[in-house]
C-alpha cells in the first residue's frame, strides 16, 4: 500500500513554525536546496539582482529565518471556483503556505524547478480567516460517508475493478510518520489523513475517464465529487494551521 504523499505545501507549513535542519530537510526532499523569490523580507529576498529587473533568489532557510518571529503559519490549497476571492491570488494557483510573521502575511507558492522547488512569495491583501479545525473535521467526516455512497451509487466498483482496488487502498492510507512533527496534535494528524484520503478518492475517481462511459456520466460524478475535493483540501490546510501562543 502507498502512502498519502502529501503536497510540499502542507510538509512546509506543518514544519516552518519551528526552525529544524530535519524539518528542512523534510521539506526539501532528496533533489535539492528550495529557494525563494517575490517580496522582501527584513531585506533578505526580493532585492535586485543588478541589473533593475528580476529579484535574487534567496535559499528558504534563509528566507524562513528572516522571517521569524512567526504568529501564523498556514497551508492554504484553495479550489479553483473560490481561490481568487478568499485567498487573493491567482485562480490558477493550487497551492501555498501563507506565512504571517515579520514581513507581515506572504504567501510562499511552490513551483518545480528542475529538480528543486522555488517558492514564489507574495503579500496577501487581505486577512485570512480562521480555518477552524474542529468544523473542517466534522465535514470532511460527513463528505468521506458521501463520497463513498456516492462512488457505490455510480457503481465505479463495476465499470473499472483496479480502481475500485486502489480506492480501497485509500480508505486505510497514512501519511509517512517521518513527515508528521512530533509537536502536531493528534486530532491534527486525524484530519490531515482523513482529508487526504478523501482528496485521493475524489482525485482518482475523477480522473479515470474511463470508467464514465457517457459524458452524462462524467458530468454527475464531476457534480458529486469536485465540492468533496473541496472539503478535502480545506480538512488538509485546517490540520496544519499554527498561531503563535
Do not use: F, K, Y
Not at 165 to 186: F, G, H, K, Q, Y
Request: aromatic share 2%; hydrophobic share 40%; charged share 20%.
Amino acid at each position: 500500500m502507498d502512502p498519502l504523499n502529501p503536497p510540499v505545501s502542507i510538509v512546509l507549513a506543518l514544519w516552518a513554525p519551528t526552525p529544524s535542519s530535519h524539518g528542512l530537510s523534510l521539506v526539501q526532499g532528496p533533489d535539492g536546496v528550495h529557494d525563494v523569490i517575490g517580496s522582501v523580507v527584513n531585506g533578505v529576498t526580493g532585492a535586485s539582482n543588478g541589473d533593475g529587473d528580476a529579484p535574487e533568489r534567496t535559499g528558504l532557510e534563509r528566507w524562513l529565518a528572516g522571517a521569524r518571529p512567526l504568529t501564523r503559519v498556514t497551508a492554504v490549497l484553495p479550489s479553483p471556483s473560490g481561490a481568487t476571492g478568499t485567498w487573493g491570488i491567482l485562480p490558477d494557483v493550487e497551492e501555498g503556505v501563507v506565512i504571517e510573521g515579520g514581513p507581515g502575511r506572504v504567501l510562499l507558492v511552490p513551483e518545480d524547478s528542475g529538480t528543486s522547488v522555488t517558492w514564489r512569495a507574495a503579500p496577501v491583501s487581505g486577512p485570512l480567516p480562521p480555518l477552524d479545525a474542529a468544523h473542517a473535521r466534522r465535514q470532511v467526516h460527513a463528505a468521506t460517508e458521501e463520497a463513498i455512497d456516492s462512488l457505490v451509487e455510480l457503481d465505479l466498483a463495476r465499470e473499472r475493478p483496479e480502481t475500485a482496488d486502489a480506492l480501497n487502498d485509500l480508505l486505510t492510507a497514512v501519511v509517512d510518520p517521518r513527515l508528521i512533527p512530533p509537536w502536531l496534535p493528534s486530532r491534527n494528524r486525524e484530519l490531515l489523513e482523513r482529508s487526504l484520503r478523501l482528496a485521493g478518492i475524489c482525485e482518482l475517481a475523477l480522473d479515470d475517464e474511463g470508467a464514465a462511459t457517457t459524458a452524462l456520466q462524467a458530468q454527475r460524478r464531476s457534480s458529486v465529487l469536485r465540492p468533496l475535493l473541496a472539503v478535502a483540501r480545506h480538512g488538509a490546510a485546517a490540520a496544519t494551521e499554527w498561531w503563535a501562543r
